[in-house]
């Protein structure tokens, strides 16, 4: 079974500065996807960047980058010079196999406060 | 590109009644649609997936006859919650699959928050 464990609830981090936002996974498949999303208090879920597990280098989009740790099975977001409309929920998420967002385990979110 | 557009967006309706919640993807087509339920400040819990022109595929412990779902076109899928109580008040948000240089991705609805009377 995969899990995907996020250890902060709550997070804050000054305008213009970079944070980093933890994700840990468990799983004893080879193949597999992840995942982060945003989901403002509106309510929607924002996809934000994909890494699978075959990928070498670490993804990015824009001021994002996922921090991908094979070994430690970690995939930490940073999102770089910080907004205040990154104030936000952000999700990890694992898909069951790489290429594929099939069966998505959510781990339980960290709000991302950013302050002015 | 990539849209999913949900409606309603809120809804409040009494004990008893049923109520249809849609999902569309509005620039592509979706073959596989995929219904979430969230508490407030808890994670997304997966409800069931959504074929097109098949039965959806419910989760352990999901209700199929209490949460109908029909896929009956590539860009449209349906949840209906049949006979709702105040314990089915919830937020339900759908995503939509979609491949783009061989990623596949869910990509979200806004959600509907239901509360029941």
């Known amino acids: 079974a995969q899990k995907i464990t996020q250890t902060q609830p709550g997070m804050f981090v000054q305008e213009k500065e970079a944070v980093t936002l933890d994700c840990t996974y468990d799983?004893?498949?080879?193949?597999?996807?992840l995942f982060w999303y945003k989901q403002p208090s509106s309510g929607e879920m924002i996809f934000l960047i994909y890494?699978?597990?075959?990928?070498?280098q670490n993804a990015t989009e824009g001021r994002y980058s996922l921090n991908f740790q094979k070994a430690r099975k970690s995939a930490n977001l940073v999102i770089s010079a910080s907004q205040l409309g990154d104030s936000a929920m952000y999700f990890c998420?694992?898909?069951?196999?790489?290429?594929?967002?099939?069966?998505?385990?959510f781990g339980s979110g960290t709000q991302l406060t950013v302050l002015p | 590109g990539a849209v999913v557009s949900q409606h309603p967006s809120w809804v409040i309706c009494k004990s008893g009644t049923s109520v249809k919640i849609e999902c569309r993807s509005l620039?592509?087509?979706?073959?596989?649609m995929f219904w979430y339920r969230q508490f407030p400040k808890q994670s997304l819990m997966l409800m069931a997936t959504s074929n097109e022109g098949s039965k959806a595929t419910y989760e352990q412990g999901v209700e199929k006859d209490k949460f109908l779902i029909n896929h009956a076109s590539l860009t449209l899928s349906t949840l209906t919650v049949t006979s709702a109580h105040p314990e089915d008040s919830s937020f339900y948000i759908c995503?939509?699959?979609?491949?783009?240089?061989?990623?596949?991705?869910?990509?979200f609805g806004p959600g509907t928050r239901l509360l029941v009377l």
């Open positions: 799983t004893s498949d080879q193949s597999y996807g």
């Open positions: 890494q699978g597990s075959y990928d070498e």
């Open positions: 620039d592509f087509q979706a073959t596989t």
């Open positions: 998420a694992m898909s069951a196999a790489s290429g594929s967002a099939r069966q998505l385990t």
């Open positions: 995503s939509a699959s979609h491949h783009l240089a061989g990623q596949e991705t869910q990509y």
